[in-house]
């Protein structure tokens, strides 16, 4: 059975940084494509970043370009995001996933069939 767990998530100040973790089990990580998605209330699940299985080539929303960074250690099952400068709009429950699927040039849900329950993110002004 697949799992995946999100970790790291909490309150910061605007400005402040925060580092997301995301295990993977049940699954050989290093075959999956992953990804990071936030959902703010009120509004649609949003691609954030992806990084190829290989993890060599990523994606990143323009929102975040700059001041977020994803890696993975496929060692590990581990999939991880840093998250530098936070902005209130960064504000959202963040969700990791594991999908066979890649594309460079976008981040979508649909491509993604194993999903965490989210760590929320919440930044004060």
Do not use: H
Not at 30 to 45: I, V
Not at 49 to 54: A, D, E, G, Q, R
Not at 84 to 93: F, V
């Amino acid at each position: 059975q697949v799992q995946v767990v999100e970790s790291g998530g909490g309150l910061v100040q605007a400005g402040g940084s925060l580092r997301l973790s995301c295990t993977a089990s049940g699954l050989t990580f290093g075959d999956y494509a992953s990804g990071w998605f936030r959902q703010a209330p009120g509004k649609e699940r949003e691609g954030v970043s992806c990084i190829k299985w290989s993890g060599d080539i990523t994606y990143y929303a323009d929102s975040v370009k700059g001041r977020f960074t994803i890696s993975r250690d496929n060692a590990k099952n581990t999939l991880y995001l840093q998250m530098n400068s936070l902005k209130p709009e960064d504000t959202a429950m963040y969700y990791c996933a594991a999908g066979t699927k890649w594309r460079s040039t976008t981040c979508r849900s649909a491509d993604f069939g194993s999903w965490g329950q989210g760590t929320q993110v919440t930044v004060s002004s």
